[in-house]
């Protein structure tokens, strides 16, 4: 049995290849069940268990903790581990390090969908958020998109900053910013990666033409951007029947009847299947892609790292 730790995780998982994988992977035959909830405090903390398998080939799961007390004492929100197994004889393949893969995939994920129903003319990038993710979603974008522009934005400066200064050391270069309606009226393209609770992203902070990926808010109880919004706009979903059940946006635009299971106008695979299909209605139209995770991305991603040694 082999062990990936997150270095060999990113080895083995480079965006564009990433991305590619996710591509062709979304249009086989993945078996994705609805992912099990675990509340074992009686509090905020869970764990969610996430299994998928190709039949007769191969399955896994990941296992997923999420403790936002963990912010408090400077440890990681979300951490996980993913397991893989033949479905040829039952035995385990490789144990791989499941939080450096989930960082990956969603980031890949979200840039798969910029890159479809982004206008191709967009320059300016904006991240908001700058948790783990804020800095694997500047490299996804990047790796399909050229920015002339890439604006970090946080609650907190420094973390901000930091990001700003990590990126530099690969060679991407961006900047914080620190007002947040300006960076949202000057963005083409934006990527919200944030645990928050009460929407802060305003509908009438969001020009038109600008395509916008929803990432952090994987509860019904959730939301970055008011629910409001999601009237004025085409939306999009990584899986329609988990957005549906727990896009915390999503989930409150229908509850509070402003738009309607069928306005999600496509999913992941169907972008993927037709990247350059008529997603987009014109050029002033705002795109929402709505993401909170599906199993079948994290087997795509770990079969391709475990793959890797033998590329």
């Known amino acids: 049995m082999d062990y990936f730790d997150s270095s060999a995780v990113k080895k083995a998982l480079p965006y564009p290849l990433l991305i590619e994988a996710l591509t062709r992977g979304l249009q086989l035959p993945i078996q994705a069940p609805a992912r099990s909830y675990f509340a074992p405090n009686d509090d905020a903390s869970c764990v969610l268990i996430m299994p998928a398998w190709k039949a007769k080939e191969i399955f896994g799961v990941k296992l997923v903790s999420v403790w936002p007390s963990n912010k408090a004492i400077g440890c990681p929100t979300v951490s996980a581990v993913y397991v ?18 989930t960082l990956r995939r969603t980031a890949a994920a979200a840039a798969l969908a910029a890159k479809i129903l982004a206008r191709k003319n967009s320059q300016t990038l904006a991240i908001l958020g700058t948790g783990a993710l804020c800095v694997p979603m500047v490299q996804a974008h990047a790796s399909v998109m050229q920015f002339k522009n890439i604006s970090i934005w946080g609650r907190q400066k420094p973390k901000a900053l930091a990001a700003v200064a990590e990126l530099k050391t690969l060679g991407i270069e961006s900047h914080c910013s620190e007002d947040l309606s300006e960076t949202l009226k000057q963005a083409d393209v934006v990527a919200a990666v944030t645990t928050a609770t009460v929407p802060f992203i305003r509908t009438q902070w969001i020009k038109p033409g600008t395509h916008l990926g929803l990432i952090g808010a994987f509860t019904p109880q959730m939301a970055e951007a008011e629910p409001a919004l999601m009237n004025q706009v085409q939306v999009f979903a990584d899986d329609r029947s988990a957005v549906l059940e727990k896009g915390g946006e999503i989930y ?12 999600i106008e496509g999913e992941l695979a169907e972008l993927a299947s037709n990247p350059s299909g008529p997603w987009r209605k014109d050029d002033q139209a705002i795109t929402v892609f709505k993401s909170v995770g599906f199993a079948s991305l994290d087997l795509i991603a770990a079969e391709l790292v475990y793959q890797s040694e033998k590329r």
């Open 84 to 101: 893989l197994l033949s479905c040829e004889n039952g035995l385990p393949l490789a144990v791989i390090d499941g939080t450096e893969l």
């Open 252 to 263: 409150q635009a229908i509850q509070q009847k402003k738009i309607l299971a069928s306005s």
